[in-house]
């Protein structure tokens, strides 16, 4: 398979927090670009940008051989690629890139609806948050076809500075995924406790946090979470509460497919779950550390927040 070249045409599904940076970066090296969001406004801005919108993924796949898609969830994924109006009924399409996080079962049911379409599937999930998409730093965690992987690896190097091939096997990318960020969700739970505990005994939060961040403790969490967006109290850094909470549940779904026992984890998926019942679902991962600042009745803030 030979690569694509900057003016043909590569199909883009999704516009949101992820997809919108990752579409700017590969209209500013100059790729073709043909978008597709349902939000109007979302679309809008990527065109105002370059991107030239279509109106349903199946418009997108009649004219680009690549398509990527970015989707909240497996059962979006599965709608715009397999549903009405959705990418299988899209002539041109010829190699499918999920950048989505869905878990390896969904990845592969739509691989096997994609391939009596002479289309090659890719799960190809992407970690490193907004401030990795915009950046192009994001980890591209590729498993399929070998071929298929070289043709698209220069697009997604463009948004993913480490971009791999896990493996051959469609799914393995879904897994690793969700490896990382089971470990990542279940990290945060422990050191929203640990946190919540250091300020209940009258440890300045903002000493706390840089001591840890230069000492064992450290993590990226404590690094990426808690130096920032908790000290600052923006909560802002740009993944919601609900959808590591369905990275969650899709890692530990995998998990018991694997005859595999994961306490910590389940424990530490309790605390998303206090959280999403408290109203927190469409608020920042973040905002996870409220439930046990809540519990030990303080809030972990740079001093500055509590002066004047």
């Known amino acids: 398979m030979t690569e694509p070249t900057m003016r043909e045409a590569?199909?883009?599904?999704?516009?949101?927090?992820?997809?919108a940076p990752m579409v700017r970066r590969l209209l500013e090296v100059g790729h073709r670009v043909l978008a597709h969001d349902?939000?109007?406004?979302?679309?809008?801005?990527?065109?105002?940008?370059?991107?030239?919108?279509?109106?349903s993924p199946a418009a997108v796949a009649g004219e680009a051989a690549i398509v990527l898609v970015s989707l909240p969830t497996p059962e979006v994924v599965r709608q715009v690629a397999l549903?009405?109006?959705?990418?299988?009924?899209?002539?041109?399409?010829?190699?499918?890139?999920?950048?989505?996080?869905?878990?390896?079962?969904?990845?592969?049911?739509?691989?096997?609806?994609?391939?009596?379409?002479?289309?090659?599937?890719?799960?190809a999930p992407v970690s490193g948050g907004v401030a990795g998409a915009e950046a192009g730093t994001l980890a591209v965690m590729v498993a399929g076809d070998r071929a298929a992987f070289d043709r698209v690896r220069p697009?997604?190097?463009?948004i993913g500075a480490n971009t791999v091939l896990v493996g051959g096997q469609v799914g393995q990318g879904q897994?690793?995924?969700?490896?990382?960020?089971?470990?990542?969700?279940t990290t945060w739970a422990a050191a929203c406790e640990a946190l919540a505990m250091g300020a209940k005994a009258g440890i300045d939060p903002e000493l706390m946090i840089d001591t840890i961040n230069k000492s064992s403790g450290r993590s990226f969490p404590t690094e990426r979470f808690a130096a920032g967006p908790v000290l600052s109290r923006r909560f802002d850094f740009g993944f919601r509460m609900e959808l590591m909470a369905k990275d969650m549940r899709l890692a530990l779904q995998e998990a018991e497919a694997l005859g595999l026992v994961m306490p910590t984890s389940r424990a530490a998926q309790m605390l998303?779950?206090?959280?999403?019942?408290?109203?927190?679902?469409?608020?920042?991962?973040?905002?996870?550390?409220?439930?046990?600042?809540?519990?030990?009745?303080?809030?972990?803030?740079?001093a500055r927040r509590n002066e004047g």
């Open 155 to 158: 697009v997604l190097e463009v």
């Open 272 to 302: 998303y779950g206090l959280a999403m019942a408290d109203g927190g679902a469409k608020g920042d991962v973040t905002e996870l550390v409220k439930i046990t600042e809540g519990w030990a009745g303080t809030e972990i803030a740079a």
């Open 10 to 19: 590569l199909g883009f599904i999704g516009l949101g927090a992820m997809g």
């Open 38 to 55: 349902l939000n109007p406004v979302a679309l809008a801005a990527a065109v105002s940008r370059g991107a030239e919108g279509r109106d």
């Open 83 to 123: 549903g009405v109006a959705g990418l299988a009924e899209g002539d041109a399409l010829r190699i499918y890139v999920d950048l989505s996080t869905t878990g390896a079962q969904a990845a592969q049911a739509v691989a096997a609806g994609l391939a009596p379409r002479g289309v090659v599937a890719l799960d």
């Open 175 to 185: 897994t690793l995924k969700l490896v990382n960020n089971l470990l990542a969700a």
